[in-house]
Structure formats: structure tokens, C-alpha cells
């Protein structure tokens, strides 16, 4: 039954701070069966509630992030189903935690969704980007149009939904789409492991807060966002980890942050 079968798995680092999530299929180039899209949904939720982990990093497993969504599988479905299918997959987004995604190689369809509703996305000089769907008389549906949109604008979103052409790993940078190019899968480790200790050092709640700022303010008018950062500003002045920070500063030590 093409609707199952894969895995996304979780493996915890840095003392549990750290949550990997990977997905897996192994000779399939990590194609995305229902079943994983119900397990993105589920691990989320593990992590969500788990106060240990600060940071949550998204990779594939062998050569390849992912070559998209498993294709037999959509006509096992009825049409109503359609409705909800990017809820699942696009969990990262909802997370309070900052979520990363490591791009290595393909990074197609529902998987380039994937990594659009991460926070931040870090790849390989050989990842490749696209949104295929057109080439099966379909458009994306777990919000890529949307999202990419809001990160290269109308014009060229358009172009790459209606044409199916991949964008290279160079050009995703150029355009935001990626924070930083690695040379290599190694290399692109070693930026993904700087990054995560330089995010465990800061407050986990200064963190969170950035994070929902940004989300919510993009997403309504310039005045709603300033708004909304000037209630957060004032909310983490009020903070124990605020409080240690400026601590930190004046004695010239590594803060301590709690979250609280």
C-alpha cells in the first residue's frame, strides 16, 4: 500500500537538547509515504513537550533530503482528504522550538515544503530545489506557494510552480531561500553543529519569542508586527534570563539562561 511504509527518526544529542529528526526510506531517496507525514506530526508533538529540547535539525537519510512526495499513494486517497494534507507535515511551523533543516541533494515537492516551514535552512553546493507538482496536473498543497512566495516574491514563485524548473543550491541562497551554502555534506554538519551550539547559548525563551514575532508579524500589517515586537520587548524585560544576560555583560561572564 503506497500510503505506508518509512519513518521519520528521532535521535536526541547535546544532552537531549537537541532533537534529530530523519527522514528515512531507504532506496527511494527518502520519498514521503502518508504514514511519515502522520509521523512528522507525531515526533512534534514528542518534542513539543519535552522542555529539554532547544533546538530541533531535519535531515535526510543517504544522498538525498527528499525527492518529494509518494505519487502512487495520492490516488489511494479520497479528494476530502486532500484538504488537510499539508497540516502534518508542515508541524515545524507550529513548533515553539527553533527548527532547522539540512538540505543535502534533492529537495522536492512536499519535502521543499518541509524545509519552508522550518526556520532555517542550511544546504549543500550539489541540494536542488523544486516544486514538481505541475508536471502532474497539480499545484503544491502543504503551503508551498504561500511560503515560498513570501520569501522570493510573486513573479519568480510563479515562474517555478508553473515550469517545475529546480533551483539550484547558489541561486537559493541569492534569493533567502537558504541561510547558507556548505560545500559538502560534511561541511554542511559542521555549519549545522556551529549553528545549534550558538542557538543553545542564548535564552531558550528569548529564542521562542523571536521566533513567534517574526511569524505572526510577517504575516499582518508593518504596525501589527511593530506591535507585537514592542509587547514582546517588554515582556522579556520582566525576564530572569534578561536580568542574567545584562549580568553577564557587566561581569564579563558567559550567561546562564533558563528559559525563565
Known amino acids: ?17 537537541v532533537a534529530n529528526l530523519t527522514l528515512s526510506r531507504p532506496g527511494t531517496y527518502n520519498v514521503v509515504t502518508m504514514e511519515m507525514r502522520r509521523l512528522m506530526a507525531e515526533r512534534f508533538a514528542e518534542i513539543d513537550a519535552d522542555e ?3 533546538v530541533v535539525v531535519i535531515r535526510g537519510e543517504g544522498e538525498h533530503f527528499t525527492s518529494g512526495g509518494d505519487i502512487a499513494g495520492f490516488m489511494e486517497l479520497d479528494p476530502i482528504d ?3 494534507l499539508g497540516h502534518d507535515i508542515t508541524a515545524p511551523s507550529r513548533s515553539p522550538k527553533p527548527v ?15 524545509a519552508l516551514s522550518c526556520d532555517i535552512r542550511l ?5 536542488q530545489f523544486a516544486l514538481p507538482e505541475i508536471r502532474l496536473g497539480m499545484i503544491p498543497g502543504s503551503g ?16 517555478h510552480v508553473m515550469t517545475a524548473e529546480r533551483i539550484p543550491a547558489e541561486k537559493a541562497e541569492e534569493w533567502g531561500i537558504v541561510a547558507k551554502v556548505a560545500e559538502d555534506r560534511d561541511s ?5 553543529s556551529k549553528l545549534t551550539e550558538t542557538i ?3 535564552s531558550p525563551l528569548a529564542i521562542r519569542t523571536a521566533k513567534e514575532v517574526l511569524d505572526k508579524g510577517t504575516d499582518g500589517p508593518l504596525y501589527t508586527g511593530i506591535e507585537l515586537e514592542r509587547k514582546a520587548y517588554s515582556m522579556l524585560r520582566s525576564s530572569h534570563d534578561f536580568a542574567e544576560g545584562v549580568a553577564a555583560f557587566l561581569e564579563k561572564r558567559k550567561p546562564e539562561f533558563n528559559g525563565r
Do not use: H, P, W
Not at 123 to 127: E, L
Open 82 to 84: 486532500f484538504s488537510n
Open 1 to 17: 500500500m503506497a500510503l505506508t511504509g518509512g519513518s521519520i527518526l528521532l535521535e536526541r544529542t547535546y544532552d537531549g537538547q
Open 144 to 159: 508551498g506557494t504561500q511560503r515560498l512566495a513570501r520569501l522570493i516574491g510573486v513573479s519568480r514563485t510563479k515562474y
Open 188 to 192: 554542511l554538519e559542521e555549519e549545522v
Open 100 to 114: 532547522i533543516a539540512a538540505v543535502d541533494g534533492y529537495c522536492f515537492g512536499v519535502g521543499f515544503e518541509l
Open 52 to 54: 529539554r529540547v532547544k
Open 123 to 127: 544546504a549543500t553546493k550539489r541540494s
Open 200 to 202: 543553545l547559548g542564548y
